[in-house]
């Protein structure tokens, strides 16, 4: 296993519409795990391929819950099948380091996919899982959680991050 580098905003990478998953194959059994492993050294608790710079259909979240009943969620090609009621979550992101904010969501979601063999999963989400599923998605298709924010929030990102770029000259 290797840890990847994840890429950071504005890389271009984090716009592009990921590709859907046509063979799953060791190679992309390999890109899954280092996936999961980059999200536990980071440590976060999701990701998407194209945050390590692989444009595919591809996700894994570990929320690090016991109360969770799931572990590592592996989705290849994920659909989401049922979106419910609305819940705001303060997010994160890898991509977006050291800014955080809060986002509107659904609050429940079933989202079908595949698992790291091909096998078809179901994940009955609510709360942080429905919400961490919704932000990693979004992910696939170029979206990040800062466009999700009102036009003054997303104001003082920019300012933030504009501030923070000086200073890490
Ligand atoms: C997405 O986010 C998410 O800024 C996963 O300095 C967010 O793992 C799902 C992280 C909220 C559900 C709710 C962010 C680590 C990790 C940072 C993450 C940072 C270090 C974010
Ligand atoms: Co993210």
Known sequence: MAQLDICTYPDPVLRQKAQSVEIIDGELQKLIDDMAETMYKAPGIGLAANQVGKPVRVLVIDIQKEESDYGLIVLINPEMMEAKGEISWEEGCL????????VKRYEEVVVSGMDRRGDKVEINAEGLLAVALQHEMDHLDGKLFID????VTRDVFKRKWKKKQKEAV
Do not use: D, G, M, T
């Not at 991509?95 to 809060?102: H, I, Q």
């Not at 999700?148 to 036009?151: F, N, R, T, V």
């Open 148 to 151: 999700h924010l009102s036009p």
């Open 95 to 102: 991509s977006v380091p050291e800014f955080y904010a809060n």
